[in-house]
C-alpha cells in the first residue's frame, strides 16, 4: 500500500484533460469575437452617421424657417417670437432625441424618430416655401420684372417706306431710352427727330414734317379707341420690341403707412403683364384710414375732362394721361382733388379678378338690376365678376354705372383676399398676379400695414362714392385735330368727394 503523501506530487505536476481545455476555450471565444466585430461595428457606425445626418438636416431646415419667417413674412412681432421659439424647441428636441436613439438596439424607437424627423422637415420646408413665397409676392407688386414693350413705326403716306423715309420722330422723353435708336435702325435708316409732345409728333406726321413717327403700342392704342378713324388715317409699316427699365426702388415716397395716406389705383380692362404707360380703363383713389380701419373707394370717370399734369392748352380725357405715364396720372389725379396722393398701384383690373378663382366665389349686393344681374346679393366667380365689371352699353348710367360696377367687384376681391390665411393661396396668388400688379409703395410699408392689420382689433371696412360730370364733345390736348366725347366736371361732385376724403383721413 503506497503511502499518501506519494502521490500528491504526481496529481500536482501532471496537468490534465479538463485543465488543458479550459485554458483553450477562452482563446477559440476570443479569436471568433475579434473575426465578428468588425462586421457588427461598421453595421451600427452605418446607422449611427444616418441618425447624424439626419439630426443635422432637422437641424438646418428649422433654422432656415424660423430665419425666413423673422425676416421675410409680414407679421406681427409678438406672433414671429412665439413661432420662433416654439419652432427652435421642438427642432431642438427633435435633435437630441435622434441623437440618443442612433445608439438603441430597439428597431421601433428608431423608426419613430425618423417618422417624426420627416415629418419636421416637411413642415419646414413648407414654412420655407410659404416664406418665400410671400416674399416674392411682395417682391413682384413691388419691383417687378422689366418688361417688354412693343412699339409701332407708323406713316401717314402710302409711298412712304422703312426704306425711303428721311426722318422719324419720336417723343423727347422716349428718345432717353436708350435703346430706341439701335432698336428703329433695326426697321429704317432714316434719322431719329426730336418731338416735344404728342399732338405735335401727330401733327407733324399728317403735314408731312416728319416721314414716319415711332411710339409704343399702348399709346396708339389708347388714342385709337378714342379716335378710331386714327386706324384708319396711320400706316403700321414694322413694329419692334424694347425692354422697359425697371423702377428703382429708392423712387418710393417716404410716407408713414401708419398714419392715413392716399393711393391712386389706375386699371386696365386687361390681362397679363403691365406697362408702366398705357391708357388706364379705371382710375380709383383709394383712401387708407389704418388707424380706424377705414378705406374709402372714389371713382373717377375715365372720361373725366381733366388738365393732363405738365401740359397746357386744351384739356384730356383722365384715360389718355396715362399715355405718358402712371405717374403722370397720379400727378393729374393730385390737380383734380388738390390732395397730395403719394402712391400709385398700376394693376390688370382682369388679372386681379382672376385671382377669385383662387380665394374663392366674392359675393356682390346690388341695389337695383345690372344687366342680368338681379338686385340683391349675387355670388360671382371670375367669369362672371369680369362679365358684370365689363357690362357697359344698355346701362341707365352708361360708363358712370360701370365705374360703380368696378368699385363693388374691386371692394369684394380686396376683403376676400384680406380674408385668406391659406398659405397655399398666397403663393397661387403671387405667381397669378406676378407681372400684373405694380407699386411705388416700397417693401417695409406693405410689410408694416399687414403686421398692424394683423395686430390691430379692428376691421378693414369699405365705403364708396363716385364723382360725376356732364356729357360734351370736346378737342383734346392727345387729339387736337377731333373733337371726342368728354365728362366736363361737376366741380360740386368733385368737392364733396375732397370734403369726404379730409373726413375719412382726419379720424383716430
Excluded at 406726321?205 to 416728319?210: A, C, V
Excluded at 344687366?371 to 360708363?399: C, H, I, K, M, V
Excluded at 398666397?426 to 400695414?449: C, F, H, P, Y
Excluded at 364723382?467 to 361737376?490: H, K, N, Q, R
Amino acid at each position: 500500500m503506497l503511502p499518501h503523501t506519494e502521490s500528491m506530487p504526481r496529481q500536482a505536476d501532471a496537468p490534465s484533460f479538463t485543465e488543458n481545455h479550459m485554458h483553450s476555450a477562452p482563446s477559440t471565444s476570443s479569436a471568433s469575437h475579434a473575426s465578428s466585430s468588425p462586421t457588427s461595428s461598421n453595421g451600427r457606425s452605418w446607422h449611427v452617421w444616418l441618425f447624424r445626418l439626419v439630426a443635422l438636416a432637422v437641424a438646418i431646415a428649422g433654422v432656415a424657417a424660423v430665419i425666413l419667417v423673422s425676416v421675410k413674412v409680414p407679421a406681427p412681432t409678438l406672433y414671429k417670437t412665439i413661432f420662433v421659439v416654439g419652432y427652435l424647441l421642438v427642432t431642438s428636441l427633435i435633435v437630441f432625441w435622434l441623437l440618443r436613439v442612433e445608439k438603441s438596439k430597439a428597431v421601433v424607437s428608431k423608426a419613430i424618430a425618423l417618422a417624426v424627423a420627416i415629418v419636421m422637415l416637411i413642415a419646414s420646408f413648407t414654412v420655407i416655401h410659404y416664406s418665400s413665397s410671400t416674399n416674392n409676392l411682395l417682391r413682384a407688386i413691388n419691383n417687378p420684372d422689366a418688361q417688354q414693350s412693343e412699339w409701332l413705326i407708323l406713316s401717314s403716306r402710302p409711298e412712304v417706306t422703312t426704306d425711303n423715309a428721311q426722318s422719324i420722330g419720336a417723343l423727347a422723353d422716349d428718345l432717353a431710352h436708350t435703346s430706341l435708336e439701335q432698336a428703329s435702325a433695326t426697321s429704317t435708316k432714316a434719322r431719329l427727330v426730336s418731338q416735344d409732345d404728342l399732338p405735335g409728333m401727330m401733327q407733324s406726321l399728317q403735314d408731312s414734317n416728319i416721314d414716319l413717327a415711332t411710339m409704343k403700342t399702348s399709346f396708339f392704342e389708347a388714342l385709337a379707341a378714342s379716335a378710331p378713324q386714327l386706324e384708319q388715317d396711320l400706316i403700321i409699316l414694322d413694329t419692334f420690341s424694347l425692354e422697359d427699365p425697371k423702377r428703382s426702388t429708392a423712387d418710393s415716397p417716404d410716407v408713414n403707412v401708419q398714419e392715413p395716406f392716399t393711393i391712386y389705383i389706375s386699371g386696365a380692362d386687361s390681362a397679363g403683364p403691365i406697362e408702366e404707360s398705357g391708357r388706364s380703363d379705371v382710375n380709383i383713389l383709394a383712401v387708407v384710414n389704418p388707424k380706424t380701419g377705414e378705406i374709402l373707394l372714389v371713382n373717377t370717370p375715365r372720361d373725366y375732362y381733366v388738365q393732363v399734369h405738365g401740359t397746357s392748352g386744351p384739356k384730356d380725357k383722365l384715360t389718355h394721361a396715362s399715355i405718358y405715364g402712371v405717374d403722370t396720372a397720379r400727378k393729374t389725379m393730385e390737380d383734380l382733388y388738390a390732395l397730395d396722393i403719394p402712391y400709385y398701384a398700376r394693376v390688370n383690373f382682369n388679372t386681379l379678378i382672376e385671382t377669385i378663382d383662387i380665394v374663392g366665389p366674392i359675393e356682390v349686393y346690388l341695389d337695383n338690376p345690372v344687366g342680368n344681374y338681379p338686385a340683391g346679393l349675387n355670388t360671382f366667380d371670375s367669369e362672371q365678376a369680369l362679365d358684370f365689371s365689363r357690362t357697359r352699353y344698355g346701362l341707365e348710367g352708361g360708363d358712370r354705372q360701370r365705374g360703380n360696377n368696378q368699385l363693388l367687384v374691386l371692394q369684394a376681391v380686396a376683403e376676400k383676399l384680406m380674408s385668406n390665411r391659406d398659405p397655399r393661396a398666397v403663393s397661387r396668388i403671387a405667381e397669378q398676379i406676378s407681372g400684373s400688379v405694380e407699386t411705388n409703395m416700397d417693401d417695409n410699408s406693405i410689410k408694416t400695414l399687414i403686421e398692424d392689420h394683423a395686430q390691430s382689433s379692428n376691421s378693414w371696412y369699405f365705403e364708396r362714392t363716385s364723382v360725376d360730370g356732364f356729357d360734351a364733345t370736346e378737342i383734346t390736348y392727345s387729339m387736337p385735330g377731333t373733337p371726342l366725347y368728354v365728362m366736363i366736371p361737376d366741380e360740386e361732385s368733385v368737392s364733396n368727394a375732397h370734403d369726404r376724403i379730409l373726413r375719412v383721413m382726419s379720424r383716430s
